[in-house]
Nanobody, 119 residues
Framework: QVQLVESGGGLVQTGGSLRLSCAAS????????LGWFRQAPEKEREFVAA????????QYADSVKGRFTISRDSAKNMVYLEMNSLKPEDTAVYYC????????????WGQGTQVSVSS
């Protein structure tokens, strides 16, 4: 029973910054990968970033490399997405997700937080 709760979404101007937080609870996450996904209006859900809990290794979508940073705080069971140089195309509902390190599907998802970037 894993619960993920996102927060930190909001409205920002182009070029602005926003920090999303995901509070994870229910299990120890040493064997998990935590990821961020987003779904823009009338678009399919897409991968944004992921972090391996134990090692801290990260992966990013090409569209956000150099602008977004995923991190974790193991002591607090928190994962963050620092978003800088935001663009209107970053507008989406952002979801925190978790999966076992040995499987590709993400079975655990948060409810999402809205990020809107104005021109």
């Amino acid at each position: 029973q894993v619960q993920l709760v996102e927060s930190g979404g909001g409205l920002v101007q182009t070029g602005g910054s926003l920090r999303l937080s995901c509070a994870a609870s229910g299990r120890a996450f040493s064997r998990y990968i935590l990821g961020w996904f987003r779904q823009a209006p009338e678009k399919e859900r897409e991968f944004v970033a992921a972090i391996t809990w134990s090692s801290g290794s990260t992966q990013y979508a090409d569209s956000v490399k150099g602008r977004f940073t995923i991190s974790r705080d193991s002591a607090k069971n928190m994962v963050y997405l620092e978003m800088n140089s935001l663009k209107p195309e970053d507008t989406a509902v952002y979801y925190c997700a978790a999966r076992y390190s040995d499987s590709r599907p993400y079975p655990y998802w948060g409810q999402g937080t809205q990020v809107s970037v104005s021109s």
